[in-house]
């Protein structure tokens, strides 16, 4: 502990330096191993507010719009106004990715650990509970007790050799549906329902007791397979994406979810939403899909023990998307944000609403005050009250 307070002080000099020799210094993400015991003595806890610099998973609850920082923590914005939301405050969980809220208290990742905070009084957010080793899947390269940690390291510029090196030895850190729920984007993780929280990992599903909510407890895992990537819940089923279809479980008996049946399809990136007895399913190429087109698929799920396609629209790269109503809501990338009428199921690609083309767009929530979308340049928020017409309200921008 002592030598990670020198270090940190030292960061915090070399930062000052830089102040007056700006041109001298950058900022660059280190990553380096770290032990279990080093990961659960970084800090912790509600900051003041800070501008978000990379956006991932969102989230809403009551009057609030969180916004997930990777690896970083979760931004806290005020959005009782949708056209101005204000930027409350900052809890600091290194390694976190995902998040969810019940009855105030927020569920967290950090690396292999679950953290619960209680967030009745925003501003005073304590942690109540840490449960460890959870997500083993984050152990790096499957070594137990050490994990990869990535930070923002202040580093000397050098010229060598006619380009420019990191100086990264010298500064670099040596830490080395009950209850009262909120939303969550199609690309989460994790999800809540019947007083437990579901989570998912590369290869399962994870079950939590969150009855009492401020103290949750892990009861099992199940297998599902390696590649799984989202997790969707609807009537007490749990619709569950991975890179090769969509697993179907009935959470009736919400601590024994028993598996119904599996949509499968070709090797691909799948997230996935549910609406009525239709479940809609986006297929992309890019990263680490190796699908051969891009698609969404309308899935037939009145007989959830046998899933069948209803059919298949080409797409330019779908990520996230949403429901709401007679609306369907779809990312596409670095290709916009497109909505459709979707009454009629086999005819939603001659029914698109409208294309926003200069979006880059991942994840979408359709909130009960906005349509909410996350992308490169940061969160966007619509009326959109006509889906033919969104209007944007308001735009929390990604200071990179």
């Not at 590369?202 to 939590?208: H, Q």
């Not at 767009?361 to 979308?373: E, H, R, W, Y």
Request: glycine share 8%; hydrophobic share 40%; proline share 4%.
């Amino acid at each position: 502990m002592k030598k990670y307070l020198i270090n940190v002080l030292l960061l915090l000099l070399v930062a000052a330096f830089t102040q007056c020799k700006k041109d001298e210094y950058e900022v660059i993400k280190l990553t380096k191993m770290i032990t279990v015991e080093q990961m659960r003595a970084l800090p912790v806890g509600l900051t003041k507010a800070t501008e978000t610099k990379k956006t991932g998973k969102i989230y809403i609850y009551n009057d609030y719009l969180f916004i997930n920082e990777p690896g970083e923590g979760i931004h806290i914005y005020n959005n009782i106004n949708p056209n101005a939301p204000v930027n409350t405050a900052f809890i600091q969980i290194p390694g976190n990715v995902d998040l969810a809220i019940q009855n105030n208290i927020l569920y967290a990742d950090s690396f292999i650990d679950l953290l619960a905070f209680d967030i009745s009084n925003m501003n005073s957010i304590k942690q109540v509970k840490r449960v460890n080793d959870v997500f083993k899947q984050v152990y790096s390269a499957g070594v137990q007790k050490y994990l990869f940690y990535t930070k923002d390291t202040v580093v000397k510029k050098q010229v060598y050799k006619g380009g420019v090196v990191n100086d990264i030895a010298a500064y670099s850190s040596s830490s080395s549906q009950g209850g009262s729920y909120g939303q969550g984007g199609s690309m989460a993780r994790f999800t809540l329902m019947n007083d437990y929280l579901y989570t998912v990992g590369l290869y399962e599903l994870g079950l939590f007791d969150v009855k009492n909510a401020s103290n949750p407890s892990f009861i099992k895992s199940i297998n599902l397979g390696w590649g799984v990537e989202t997790i969707f819940p609807y009537d007490n089923k749990l619709f569950i994406g991975t890179n090769t279809g969509m697993h179907i479980f009935n959470a009736t008996d919400a601590a024994n979810p028993v598996k119904l049946s599996t949509y499968s399809h070709i090797f691909a990136c799948d997230p996935v939403v549910v609406q009525g007895k239709f479940a809609y399913v986006t297929l992309r190429t890019g990263n680490n899909c190796r699908q051969a087109s891009n698609q969404l698929e309308v899935v037939d799920i009145e007989d959830p023990t046998k899933p069948k396609l209803l059919i298949a629209y080409p797409m330019q790269n779908p990520h996230g998307l949403s429901v709401n109503g007679n609306n369907l809501f779809l990312c596409e990338g670095n290709f916009g944000i497109k909505s459709f009428n979707i009454t009629d199921n086999k005819a939603i690609g001659n029914n698109m609403l409208q294309h926003l083309q200069n979006i880059k767009s991942f994840d979408v929530i359709a909130g009960p005050k906005s349509l909410i979308v996350t992308g490169d340049d940061g969160v966007y928020q619509f009326n959109y009250s006509n889906a033919s017409n969104l209007r944007q309200l308001s735009l929390i921008k990604v200071q990179k």
